[in-house]
């Protein structure tokens, strides 16, 4: 099956910084990507839509300025938690799909981050 | 919003034995997934059935769905110590350009 590798797999970072989330399709194009928050022993809260080349499509109650997402090619989705705060610590996964004539309708995960802001 | 809703939140048995999971959902489907969730994990895709099929296999598993009830089973049969993990299912909504809305989750505990 098609392959998502997502890092880094864990980061801690302090109050106020940055950090940087890559997802890559490795053996596919993935014009959509996903990411998604989970919260422990909870399901997957769909953030935001990746779109390839254009801006991307934010769940309601998402902040776009904080959450920021760069779908720059058809294999590469980021998502920067920009200013990050305790509260943002959380684990968070992206996927994707294949398209076109490769289409299955099954969505293949990254591995997940574990993000801890101290 | 998530669609489905999924039942027992937890389940705990002994490896040999049969799990069942059930997941409700609430809008015409195109096709329903369960995907498996191991602690600290991407998920990884197990099935899916497509809103014309009642029944599929795959392995040791089993999944029903019943479009006129709107609900969704996944049976694990002779369950392993290994198979102790999350499982989701997930619909693909008529109408919602293949986005996919995952369940709440069962979490799976099997005992050896």
């Known amino acids: 099956g098609a392959v998502v590798s997502q890092h880094p797999s864990w980061v801690i970072c302090k109050s106020g910084t940055s950090v940087k989330i890559e997802c890559r399709s490795l053996?596919?194009?993935?014009?959509?990507m996903f990411w998604y928050r989970q919260f422990p022993k909870q399901s997957l809260m769909l953030m935001a839509t990746s779109n390839e080349g254009s801006k991307a499509t934010y769940e309601q109650g998402v902040e776009k300025d904080k959450f920021l997402i760069n779908h720059a090619s058809l294999t590469l989705s980021t998502l920067t938690v920009t200013s990050a705060h305790p509260e943002d610590s959380s684990f968070y996964i992206c996927s994707a799909r294949t398209s076109g004539t490769a289409y299955t309708g099954e969505l293949f995960f990254g591995e997940g981050s574990r993000l801890t802001v101290l | 919003s998530q669609q489905g809703e999924e039942d027992p939140q937890a389940l705990s048995i002994q490896e040999g034995e049969n799990a069942t999971m059930n997941c409700s959902y609430k809008t015409s489907i195109n096709n329903l997934q369960w995907y498996r969730q191991n602690s600290g994990r991407g998920l990884v895709h197990l099935i899916l059935?497509?809103?014309?099929?009642r029944e599929k296999h795959s392995g040791r598993l089993r999944v029903t769905l019943d479009t006129s009830k709107k609900s969704s089973s996944l049976l694990i049969t002779a369950s392993r110590a290994a198979d102790t993990a999350s499982y989701f299912c997930?619909?693909?909504?008529?109408?919602?350009?293949?986005?996919?809305?995952f369940g709440g989750g069962t979490r799976l505990m099997v005992k050896p």
């Open positions: 059935i497509r809103s014309n099929e």
């Open positions: 997930a619909t693909d909504a008529l109408g919602a350009g293949n986005m996919l809305t």
């Open positions: 053996d596919f194009q993935a014009t959509t």
